[in-house]
């Protein structure tokens, strides 16, 4: 897996101080897209230990609540196994900590992943300019949804997290 960067102190990719990790890869293709520098999966630097230490480095303070994977798509085929591993990885060390995920995949294509069920709050949904309103909170297209992974887990059905 490769990024392309490390946020500290984000309050704008979910609730609270986050840290956000933007992830090289996206076969999406969306039009109008904010990343497109992100889409080449061979693009960024390689994710390394040094890069995962940061992360834990920040998630560490006590007034950061959690950890942002964003894009590119974290989902992108090529980067599903390693972005599991930190998945479950910073589920037991930081059990306290929340983690969102935005992906250009819907729910429905990517719900039996076996890690999703780690994640707090899953965005979903390529973006479409068609759609594009500044007034949504944590999305950039109405057709996109924020979802409480918890709640719909448990429910069977999508639940939308509370905005």
């Known amino acids: 897996m490769r990024y392309h960067n490390i946020t500290k102190d984000d309050m704008l990719n979910g609730d609270g101080l986050r840290v956000v990790l933007w992830v090289a890869g996206c076969s999406h293709g969306c039009k109008e897209c904010q990343n497109p520098i992100t889409w080449d999966v061979c693009g960024g630097i390689p994710f390394d230990e ?7 480095s920040e998630l560490s303070k006590p007034y950061v609540s959690g950890i942002t994977f964003s894009g590119g798509d ?3 085929i090529q980067n599903r196994g390693e972005i599991g591993q930190l998945i479950e990885e910073i ?6 900590k929340t983690m969102w995920l935005y992906t250009g995949y819907r729910w429905e294509e990517i719900e039996n992943l076996p890690y999703i069920k780690e994640l707090d709050v899953l965005v979903d949904g390529r973006f479409e300019i068609e759609k594009k309103d500044q007034k949504l909170r944590w999305k950039g297209s109405s057709n996109q949804r924020v979802i409480d992974v918890k709640k719909t887990v448990e429910t069977g059905n999508v639940m939308l997290h509370c905005e």
């Open 91 to 96: 589920h037991r060390e930081f059990p306290q």
């Open 50 to 56: 040094s890069a995962k230490q940061e992360i834990f």
């Open 74 to 76: 974290p989902l992108h």
